[in-house]
């Protein structure tokens, strides 16, 4: 298949995909701003856009990384491709769209007997909903090529 | 569906690596269908009879169930 890329992006992926979403995960959490805290002090209104800038740019970056390691992993070339890997590939995709539709759902259902999410609740569901895809993708292909096969 | 793949293998004093590459596949690919934990597909099941000079039919077989 030529939109694989090759094998070595895999180990790059498998780096700064964890990297990224932990890093994005300190920004949440606001870590990032505790440390700014301690080099430039509390923010008052000359160095709040300071905060707010090293932020945005330090969560889309590791975001972006995140999002980039995960294509990385996912679209990369075993060492060798055959048909047994390219068949595996496959059904992994079906089984993580399987796993998104039955997650949509519950999160629907849920929605509906709950009430809707507050603030950014439905934004943050969609994201997890396409994460879900891609992780289920990558466990699934992974366990089958590498446990189950052997 | 059953196979003699390890046997026409060993028949033909072959490693799995020595058949794999004969047949542009990987080792873990012969491992799997030796174990029927993978169904080859047609291309590869010709390639395979061709490396072990045997008939298709001989090396797979099918079960009652299939």
Known sequence: ?150 | MKNSLKEERLRKQLTQVQLAELVSVSRQTIISIELNKYTPSVLLSLKLAKVLTKRVEDIFRLEEFD
């Open chain 1, 1 to 150: 298949m030529k939109l694989l890329l090759p094998n070595r992006f895999k180990k790059t992926g498998a780096v700064i995909a964890p990297l990224g979403f932990a890093i994005w995960l300190l920004m949440q959490s606001g870590y990032i701003s505790e440390m700014l805290t301690h080099i430039v002090g509390e923010p008052n209104s000359s160095t709040v856009i300071l905060f707010r800038v090293v932020n945005a740019i330090i969560g889309t970056i590791s975001f972006l990384s995140f999002l980039g390691g995960i294509y990385f992993v996912s679209f990369s070339r075993e060492k060798i491709e055959d048909e047994m890997v390219q068949r595996t590939r496959l059904d992994s995709f079906q089984f993580a769209a399987l796993v998104q539709i039955i997650f949509t759902i519950a999160g629907f259902l849920f929605m509906i007997i709950v009430g809707e999410p507050k603030d950014a609740g439905l934004m943050l569901f969609f994201i997890l909903s396409i994460l879900l895809f891609w992780l289920s993708f990558i466990g699934r292909f992974n366990y089958i090529l590498h446990f189950k096969l052997r």
